[in-house]
Structures are given as C-alpha cells and as structure tokens.
C-alpha cells in the first residue's frame, strides 16, 4: 500500500514538474522573442526622412516619399484627418479608441516588458506598434530629464508604425501638495493647493494662471492631455473626491472650471495647448451616502432633492470654454434615465444630453476600466457587449482598458459598422492635428529641467497656499502669534516650526500649542476584490467625525494649554467639540508648514472662505440631500465663512 502511495506520489511530481517545465519555457520563449523584437525596434528609433516643398521642410511619415495632405501642415485639420483616416487600416483606426497606462523607466527608459510595478500590463512596444495603441495615461513618473528623456524615445518608437502615427500623454493632477484621490504626486513640479483650495481663493484670474504654469510644466515633459479639471460638485460631504472639485456653488464651480480650462488650453486648441478632459459628466458629486462609484457599493448616484439640472451647470462652462474631452462618471443615475446603468453605457446620458441638448463634438472617453472592472448596470453582459453598448451611447475613447481584438471582431462580423469607428476616430485625430504632434511631437529634453519647477512657478505655488487657508475662528483675536511663545506642535516639522518660535516637547512646558490634523475617515468599506483594496487606499470615505480616543486627547491638549487648530479639509470635517476648545481654528487645503505658520504668526493677512459648509453633527450630515448644496441643519461654518485679521 505505501509502495503503491509512493509510486502514485511520485508520478504526481513528476507531472506538475514537467507542467511547470513547459510553462517556464513557454515564459521563456515568449520573453526571448518579445526581447528580440524589442531590440529590433529600438535599434531603429530613428526620425523620419524630411520632405522639402516650396521652401518648407515636412515629414515624411509614411515614408512613401512624397508628401500627403496629412503630412502637410498647411492643410486645414479636417482635410489632413480625411487624408490620414483614407490610408489608415481597420486595426490601426480601432487603435485610437484605447487610452491605457504606460510605465515610465526610473531612468527615462521605455520598457519593453510587461511590469506590474510600473503599471505596464502590457509590453509598450507591443501596444504601441502591434496594437497601434497611441494614448496613454502616466502615474508614477521620475524626474523631469528623464521624463522627457522617455517620452521622446516613446515618440521615435511611435514613428516606426505604418503611419507614423504620434503618441498622445496623458496624467491626472500633479501639483498639489496633499494627494487626495485621483491625484499624483508633483515630480519637481510647482506644488498649489488642490483645487478646493483654489476655490477657497476664488479668483478666476489666479486659476487661469495656474493652469498656463501647469501647461508649461506638462509639455516640458510630455504630457499633452491633463485629466482635469473635476467639474463635479460637493454636494454630498462623505464623498472621497472633494479636494479635486470647486467646491459645492455650481456658479462658483462653473467660473473657475471656465478659468482652468483657459489656462491649460488657451483660446483654442493649438500647438501649445494641453488638452483638458473635463470629468465626470453629468457630475460624479452626489454619491449615494458618500460612497465613491469605483466600486459595486457606491454604484448609485441619487438625486432626493431632484436637483440633477444643478450639477450640469458646471460642464455647461466647460462646454463654453472649448474643453477638448469630457469623461463620463461609472455611476448609474438612479431614476433620472430609462435605463439604470452607468453614465459610460447611458444613451440618455452622452448622445441625447451631451451631444444632442449641449451641442458638445468633442472627445468622450470613459472612465478607467468600465469594460473589465467598473461596469455597473452590465455585469451580465460580456465585453463584447459592454463595447457595442458604449459606442451606441456615444462614447469615442475607452479609458484603462485595451479591447482591440474584441472590437476588431465586432466590426468584422457587422455588428458595428466601420463608419462607427471612423466617427469616434475623426475626432481623435482632430486633437492630435491641433496640437501640431503630427508636425513636431518632441520635446527639448535640456530645457526640462529648467522649466519643470521653475523658482517663479514655485513661488506663485507657494503664495497660492498661504491666499487658500481659511481662518474659521479667532477667540479674543489671538492670533496672530508672537514669536516670543514657546510653542508645542503635531503634524508639523519641528526645525520649520523654530524659525518662528521655541519648540518644546510638552504641552504642559508651552505656552500655546499648534496641531496640524486632517479630516477623519470612517471605518474600512473593503471591496469585492484584491484590486477593489488596494485602489481603496486611494480615498477617504465613510463618517468625517473625530472618535475617541483620538477625540479625547485632541481635547485634552485644549485644555492644557491653548491651540490653534490647523484640519486640512479634503473633506468637509464634522469637528463641533474641536471647533469650541480651539482658541483659533484653520482649514487648509493643501499648504506646506511653512505657509501656515505663516498665517498663524501674521506674516500673511488670511483671506480665503470656505468653498463649503462645515457640517455640526454626522446626524446633520445623513440627513442632506446628496446632490442639494448646502443643506444641512444648523452648520458649524456655512460656506463663504472665512475671517481676516483686524476685522
């Protein structure tokens, strides 16, 4: 019997030995062979040839040696994109349709294996010229030389294609200070305040600024498409996405998102635009009970105060101002459409409210992954279906996913007419002709350096802090502080905090205390998936109040010694018992130590309001209606409070 167990044993090893042997070599061999074409890709990165006609240089990027309408800048945009769609394959139309992640190597390299580290599932050199994907969207990136470094390889590769086809980059907010949400963070660029803070300022002309130093920094590198600006409203307080948005005021959003999109983008599209994808359409604010539509339970957006029209009057200004792209939110507007599924899939929502009733015949692109992960309304469908369902709502580009081969499917077996994909395809040429990336995509990789984080460029960032902090109390003006007091602080670096005051290490040893804290998240509301966690660590979600323990001893301090409390509001914070020990009491919205001390010392005059109210209770807070501004009962701060000194 043991002899017999041992035979049978060892049989099994040697099966799973030999299976995993064939898997290892099957790896090897499809590595060895990716590596080989990599290789013979890279070692043709070169330029295309250049074509001289009437004294003017073009290139030749189809290398057919002759110059075609869509080589000829000459042209008007619409000729050269009918010229260019003519010559284009079914495949390498269908390839436009994709904007997916690209990795960026620590030294600027192009990678050209697939590394899950790098958020490359795929091989760049196999995306690019296999499945002529040509937009991508960047996360984690090095510094600017090698930023720059790599998207100009990436441009050589591209002009190895057919067409010479050029890459579009694309990157959600870099430059605040605190990442909350889908922002990233600066890579040496000028650090601001998010955009919450900058509608705590409220000055469409500081905005516009921003957004041409932000334009500035993001082709110095590459990156020719900004993800933003957020145009939702925070109506619904627990929402994990505040920080990115103006605020709760639909006018106030709609002014500032006007302002940003001039910034970035300038009169028209042109040569030294970037590109702004305004999200998410109709208005990802009103979640139902805060919880955010990238995952199944927050699926819903409501409406109890039947106030959807509010929440579009924010992209009504975007659609003015000219933005190039809107994206969709995942969530279903309950009850506003006949059909209950996600904005992407929502016919009501994109051809007949945005094209249709707006007038808008710019780019639509989806939310990230609606096809593979977040495709709420569809879940019985496959992916076939959920493509087929998006392009007939009126969707041009999918966001996060790459599809290619299901959609080259659809269009062979008639199920989508190729004219389908030439419409949505039109439009994305368009873009990238305005932009001039078909005439010189390239950028001057020693001049990288010099204007990513340019010292003027930082300073308005810096000033832009210290305008966005909002002076919510000031008990017998106590502020401003003296720096004669000896002082104790929390959430604040210590050799900073000295160049304004002494420092000791003892609430009980100080004469005032300085606590810097953040808004409160409530407990874990952990996904379906692996992927559903780790993408939760991105946001603050659930209840905005303080709990004990952490409560109690905020109080304590309080009452040991008087504080001036800092909260850094990427939500609004239910802090009633803070709010009345404190002797002076901040919001911040994303500002380095340096620029609050430097309220809190006076040598800057605070005036900012709050973008939006402070609710008194989580009671308060269930009670609102998601998507009705500033309706909950009895507000600690109402919005627009904000104090100045000497008032």
């Not at 509001?569 to 620029?595: C, K, M, N, Q, Y």
Request: negative net charge; contains cysteine; charged residues 25%.
């Amino acid at each position: 019997m043991h002899k017999t167990f041992r035979i049978i044993l060892k049989a099994l090893l040697y099966a799973i030995t030999g299976i995993f042997g064939l898997v290892l070599i099957a790896v090897s061999v499809f590595y060895i062979s990716l590596g080989i074409k990599n290789y013979r890709a890279k070692s043709k990165l070169t330029e295309k040839q250049v074509i001289q006609v009437d004294g003017y240089s073009f290139r030749d990027l189809n290398n057919n040696g002759r110059l075609d309408v869509y080589e000829d800048f000459r042209q008007d945009t619409e000729a050269r994109v009918t010229d260019l769609l003519s010559q284009m394959t079914l495949e390498e139309k269908i390839g436009l349709l994709w904007h997916h992640p690209v990795g960026v190597g620590r030294k600027g390299q192009v990678l050209g294996t697939p590394r899950i580290r790098a958020v490359n599932f795929w091989s760049t050199f196999d995306m690019l010229l296999n499945r002529h994907v040509t937009h991508y969207n960047l996360f984690f990136i090095p510094e600017a030389r090698y930023q720059a470094r790599w998207y100009n390889q990436l441009q050589k590769l591209a002009e190895q294609s057919r067409l010479g086809i050029p890459v579009t980059i694309s990157s959600d907010p870099r430059h605040g200070i605190s990442p909350s949400g889908v922002q990233f963070p600066s890579s040496g660029m000028s650090e601001w305040p998010s955009s919450i803070g900058l509608a705590a300022i409220g000055d469409s002309m500081l905005v516009a600024e921003f957004g041409r130093i932000a334009n500035q920094e993001y082709r110095a590198v590459g990156i020719r498409t900004a993800l933003h600006p957020v145009a939702d409203l925070a109506t619904e307080p627990r929402w994990a996405r505040i920080a990115e948005t103006f605020g709760e005021d639909a006018r106030l959003s709609a002014m500032l998102t006007a302002a940003y999109i001039y910034g970035f983008q300038g009169d028209s599209l042109g040569p030294e635009s970037v590109a702004c994808m305004t999200k998410h359409w109709p208005g990802g604010g009103p979640q139902k009970e805060g919880w955010d539509a990238h995952f199944d339970y927050g699926a819903e957006q409501h409406y109890p105060g039947d106030n959807f029209d509010y929440h579009l009057i924010p992209f009504r200004a975007a659609i003015d101002a000219g933005t190039a792209m809107i994206m969709p939110y995942y969530g279903i507007p309950v009850g506003q459409t006949a059909e209950d599924v996600g904005m992407s899939y929502n016919r009501e929502i994109i051809q007949e409210l945005l094209r249709d009733e707006f007038g808008y015949d710019g780019i639509v692109c989806t939310d990230w992954g609606i096809l593979t992960r977040t495709y709420w309304g569809m879940e019985d469908y496959t992916v076939k279906e959920r493509i087929v369902k998006a392009l007939d709502a009126g969707v041009d580009q999918f966001g996060g996913d790459i599809a290619v081969k299901e959609l080259l499917e659809l269009v062979q077996d008639g199920i989508i007419p190729e004219s389908r994909v030439d419409m949505s395809a039109r439009r994305i040429l368009r873009a990238k002709f305005d932009m001039g990336l078909f005439d010189n995509p390239y950028v001057d990789e020693s001049k990288a350096l010099e204007i990513v984080g340019r010292n003027d460029f930082v300073e308005k960032g810096r000033l832009a802090q210290r305008k966005s902090i909002v002076l919510l109390k000031n008990d017998r003006d106590i502020l401003p502080l003296n720096s004669g007091l000896k002082i104790y602080t929390e959430g604040i670096d210590k050799e900073t905090a000295r160049l304004y005051a002494t420092v000791v290490d003892n609430p009980d040893e100080a004469d005032m205390a300085i606590l810097r804290l953040r808004t409160p998240s409530g407990d874990a509301r952990m996904g379906s998936s692996f992927l559903d966690r780790i993408i939760e660590g991105f946001f603050q979600q659930g209840d905005l109040d303080f709990r004990e323990p952490e409560l109690g001893r905020i109080l304590d301090i309080c009452n040991k010694v008087p504080a001036i409390i800092s909260i850094q509001l990427s939500r609004p914070a239910v802090i009633p018992e803070i709010a009345a020990a404190a002797a002076g009491l901040l919001g911040e919205f994303g500002a380095h130590d340096d620029a609050l001390l430097d309220i809190v010392f006076g040598k800057f005059n605070p005036s900012a309001r709050l973008p939006f109210e402070l609710p008194s209770s989580m009671e308060a807070v269930r009670k609102q209606f998601e998507d009705v501004p500033y309706d909950s009962e009895d507000p600690l701060f109402p919005f627009g409070h904000g104090l100045s000194y000497g008032e």
